[in-house]
């Protein structure tokens, strides 16, 4: 292998490629696309909302609904490029975001849904609509993880060891029924 593949493999992008995003559930990927796409509709009204109806002496809850908009704006555009197809650039935005791994697009949705909560506290305009964009990205976070390993190959990364090779064993035998294991008379 030359310095130059070396360099290549260190310097690809991890989880970018579309084999690492076929082990995600289909419901998994409709549940974040739907919950994405209603959430950030449901975000920009109540953002709206918010900025109409400030609190009284909490002038930080229109900053808070101008960005709640403004994220939800930028998660239909993510999500569901189709309500924006009047402006032009749109598709592209939304293919370089789809391409991205989803623990990127998770990181992006929560950055995104975090500041009104810290702005205007006590408004429950900005709990709903901020929250559903932060669920967003906490079901894109899920899905960046992966699939739960096996019980063998979880108890031998307990165990100090690595993943046990060949087929996976039976997974009904417990610790306290394993012969090897030293039980106390």
Avoid: H
């Avoid at 994405?36 to 009284?56: D, H, K, Q, R, Y």
């Avoid at 808070?64 to 032009?88: K, N, R, Y």
């Avoid at 623990?103 to 609509?129: D, E, M």
Wanted: charged share 15%; with cysteine.
């Amino acid at each position: 292998m030359s310095l130059a593949d070396k360099i290549s493999m260190l310097m690809a992008r991890p989880g970018g490629d579309n084999a690492a995003k076929d082990d995600v559930p289909w419901w998994m990927r409709y549940a974040g696309r739907g919950l994405g796409t209603v959430g950030s509709a449901i975000a920009i009204f109540l953002g709206l909302l918010n900025c109409i109806t400030i609190l009284p002496f909490n002038v930080l809850c229109i900053p808070a609904g101008v960005w709640q908009m403004l994220a939800g704006f930028i998660v239909m555009v993510c999500e569901a490029p189709c309500c924006c197809f009047f402006i032009d650039y749109i598709q592209v935005l939304s293919d370089k975001v789809e391409s991205r791994p989803y623990w990127q697009k998770g990181a992006l949705y929560i950055g995104l849904a975090l500041p009104p909560f810290f702005l205007c506290l006590l408004s429950v305009s900005t709990f709903l609509g901020s929250g559903l964009i932060f669920a967003t990205g906490v079901v894109y976070g899920m899905m960046g993880v992966g699939k739960k390993g096996s019980r063998d190959d979880m108890a031998a990364m307990a165990a100090g060891g690595s993943t046990p090779p060949g087929p996976p064993q039976d997974s009904t035998v417990t610790l306290m029924e394993d012969p090897d294991v030293w039980r106390p008379n």
